[in-house]
C-alpha cells in the first residue's frame, strides 16, 4: 500500500495545542507500518522548518523520530517541499534517510504514471509569490538566515509561515482554479494521478484518462489521507482508519 499525506502544519497553534494533531500523525504513522510500502509527503509536514548546520526545531522531534522508526521497516519515505519548507538542506537525507524533492516529482508507482506536487505557484495570480519562492529558496538568502541565532532565526521563521498562511487565506486566486487546470493538463500529456496539497480544499476529480486529487489539510478537525493499492486511489478520513485498526 502507498500513503499519502500533506499539510499538517504541525506547529501552527502554541505547543500544548498542537499535540492533539501531533498524536494523531504519529498513531498514523504507527498504523501504517503493517502494510505500507510507500509514504509520500506532499509537503509542509510542519508549518515552519529551517535547521542550522547543527540545530533543528525541537518541538518535531517525536515525529522525526517516528519517520526513522518506520524507515527502519523499509517503508520508503518521500518528501516534496512545501511553501512552508524553504529551510531544508540536509538533515532529512543525513539523519532520517529521507530524500527532499525542491520541485514536483513524476514517478511510476505499481506500473502508473504519477505527477506529484504540493501546488504551491500554480494558482492563478500568484506571480508574487513565485518571486518569493526563489528569494527564500535561494542559497545565500539561506546563508544569511543562518547566522541568526537559531532562538530568534525559528521564531522569525514561524512568524513568516503564519503571515504567510494568513496572504494564502485571503488573496483572491481568480474564479478558475489554477491547481485543477494544471492536473487536467498533466492528465492529457499521460499522467494516471495528479496529487497536490497546498489549497487546504480536499478534491477528487476524475477525468477521462486520469485522476486529480488534493489531500486537503490536517489543521481542520477531520483530516483525511490518500492510499493508492496499485489498482484504485482513495481518500480515507485518519480518525476513521485509526478507529478500524484498533
Known amino acids: 500500500m502507498h500513503y499519502f499525506i500533506s499539510d499538517i502544519h504541525l506547529g ?16 498514523f504513522l ?6 505500507a510500502k510507500s509514504l509520500y509527503i506532499v509537503g509542509d509536514l510542519f508549518d515552519y522548518w529551517f535547521e542550522y548546520k547543527s540545530v533543528i526545531p525541537k ?51 505499481d506500473g502508473k504514471k504519477f505527477y506529484l506536487s504540493h501546488g504551491d505557484g500554480k494558482a492563478y495570480n500568484d506571480a508574487g509569490y513565485r518571486l518569493m519562492k526563489k528569494i527564500l529558496r535561494h542559497p545565500l538568502s539561506n546563508s544569511f538566515f543562518r547566522l541568526i541565532h537559531p532562538d530568534f532565526g525559528i521564531n522569525l521563521a514561524s512568524s513568516s509561515s503564519k503571515s ?18 494544471f492536473a487536467e ?15 487546504h480544499k480536499i478534491n477528487f476529480k476524475q477525468y477521462e484518462d486520469g485522476i486529480y486529487v488534493n489531500l486537503g489539510d490536517w489543521i481542520k478537525p477531520d483530516p483525511i489521507f490518500g492510499k493508492f493499492d496499485g489498482i484504485e486511489f482513495k481518500l480515507v478520513k485518519v480518525k476513521e482508519f485509526l478507529s478500524n485498526h484498533l
Open 164 to 181: 504567510s498562511r494568513s496572504y494564502t487565506d485571503s488573496k483572491d486566486f481568480s474564479v478558475r482554479e489554477g491547481l485543477e487546470d
Open 12 to 27: 501552527i497553534l502554541e505547543r500544548e495545542a498542537d499535540k492533539h494533531r501531533e498524536s494523531l500523525l504519529l498513531d
Open 59 to 109: 518541538y518535531y522531534y517525536k515525529v522525526l523520530a517516528k519517520l526513522a522508526e518506520i524507515n527502519k521497516f523499509g517503508i520508503d519515505i518521500i518528501y516534496l517541499m512545501g511553501n512552508h519548507d524553504f529551510g531544508h538542506f540536509d538533515f532529512f537525507e543525513k539523519e532520517l534517510d529521507i530524500h527532499v524533492y525542491k520541485e514536483d516529482l513524476e514517478t511510476i508507482i
Open 30 to 35: 504507527d498504523k501504517i507500518k503493517e502494510d
Open 185 to 199: 493538463d498533466m492528465i492529457k500529456r499521460g499522467f494516471d494521478f495528479v496529487i497536490m496539497g497546498h489549497r
